[in-house]
């Protein structure tokens, strides 16, 4: 291109620059601009500053507790803007005997653009050449969830303890690939459009391939599960790596389980699929669900320590909603609910008799 000399602002209103950005320029234009990106190590951190004014993503941090008192201005907003990609999900009308709760309140923090659109693998996973690539790492502690919105349109919903991760520089010719640890729920604009760059999320387990559609993620130190709400996806294992020999497609809800031991897919039919999808509303609907689910989601929404000291519990099987307010009040919902002694004490929850 040989003009080293363009600054952040040239680029940021340069028509052919925003096409290339935004993944809409023509064949002659995405030559040009990434031979002018190779040409200069600045042009690369001009490049990646324009971007971001160009496109940037945007991050929405809310808490699990609530706030009683905020609710009323917040709810408007919540409801209007940051989950619009998302309706919210009605209660089914068997969930006749739902647990005692009152509407769960949101904070909302915005936070500063971290990057324009992301291509990603996880960092351990990247060929020696692209060793300098700037990574970015959205993360969220326990009792919290964030949202991250691409400027493709695409939402991801981070529940608590999770992280994903993806390069801070968007290269045209590349995929869009998100690494994620945890949970997250994806709302992904179609993509089946022969000029539309494939959006991928790679787990330890495997990756899921998305066209355009709604989906949740959750990964253990056990496996990987994709629980399909709405659209199309295929996966794939991870076998050290190998090339996958095999793609399962998942319907919408299915759930596809990644198994770790014996790098086994299997895929199962979803009675209802906000079991799987109603942490994203600050609330966990169950659905005939082992004690031993809620026990789980308490550990890994709250980081507190579970000890149940009545085994016969892990025989009883759960159908309502909990609204995921403080901790203190789950406990208070399930002990009301299952006619059970709970307890906390020293950073741990007490199911059952702890003096038994």
């Given at each position: 291109m040989g003009n080293n000399s363009l600054s952040i602002d040239e680029l940021t209103q340069d028509i052919s620059f925003i096409r290339w950005v935004k993944g809409t320029a023509r064949p002659e234009e995405i030559k040009k601009w990434d031979a002018w990106l190779g040409e200069a190590p600045e042009n690369r951190c001009r490049a990646r500053k324009a971007q971001q004014k160009v496109l940037g993503i945007n991050f929405v941090t809310r808490s699990v507790f609530d706030l009683e008192q905020e609710w009323s201005e917040l709810d408007q907003r919540i409801t209007g803007s940051?989950?619009?990609?998302?309706?919210?999900?009605?209660?089914?009308?068997?969930?006749?005997?739902?647990?005692?709760?009152?509407?769960?309140?949101?904070?909302?923090?915005?936070?500063?653009?971290?990057?324009?659109?992301?291509?990603?693998t996880g960092s351990e996973n990247l060929p020696a050449a692209q060793d300098e690539t700037e990574w970015t790492t959205?993360?969220?502690?326990?009792?919290?969830?964030?949202?991250?919105?691409?400027?493709?349109?695409?939402?991801?919903i981070l529940n608590a303890n999770s992280s994903v991760t993806f390069p801070s520089c968007?290269?045209?010719?590349?995929?869009?690939?998100?690494?994620?640890?945890?949970?997250?729920?994806?709302?992904?604009?179609?993509?089946?459009?022969?000029?539309?760059?494939?959006?991928?999320?790679?787990?330890?387990?495997?990756?899921?391939?998305?066209?355009?559609?709604?989906?949740?993620?959750?990964?253990?130190?056990?496996?990987?599960?994709v629980a399909l709400e709405e659209g199309a996806i295929t996966v794939t294992r991870n076998l050290d790596g190998e090339p996958p020999a095999v793609a399962y497609e998942v319907k919408p809800n299915e759930l596809a389980v990644l198994h770790k031991q014996d790098a086994h897919v299997s895929i199962s039919a979803i009675s209802n699929i906000e079991v799987f999808t109603s942490w994203t509303d600050h609330k966990l609907v169950l659905d005939s669900s082992p004690f031993s689910y809620l026990v789980q989601r308490i550990k890994e929404t709250y980081g507190t320590n579970v000890t149940v000291t009545d085994d016969r519990l892990y025989h009883r099987k759960l159908t309502g909603s909990i609204q995921l307010k403080d901790l203190s009040h789950v406990v208070q919902s399930v002990s009301d609910v299952m006619d059970i002694h709970v307890t906390q004490k020293d950073g741990t929850v007490y199911f059952g008799n702890k003096n038994r």
């Open positions: 940051i989950l619009s990609s998302k309706s919210a999900p009605v209660a089914p009308k068997k969930y006749n005997r739902i647990l005692k709760t009152t509407a769960s309140a949101s904070v909302v923090i915005l936070a500063a653009d971290a990057g324009p659109f992301p291509l990603f959205v993360e969220t502690p326990y009792r919290q969830l964030k949202t991250v919105t691409l400027s493709d349109g695409s939402t991801i968007w290269m045209r010719t590349r995929s869009a690939e998100l690494f994620l640890e945890g949970e997250a729920y994806f709302s992904i604009p179609d993509r089946n459009s022969a000029d539309t760059i494939p959006f991928k999320v790679t787990t330890t387990d495997g990756t899921i391939y998305v066209t355009g559609t709604r989906f949740v993620v959750k990964t253990d130190e056990n496996n990987t599960a």
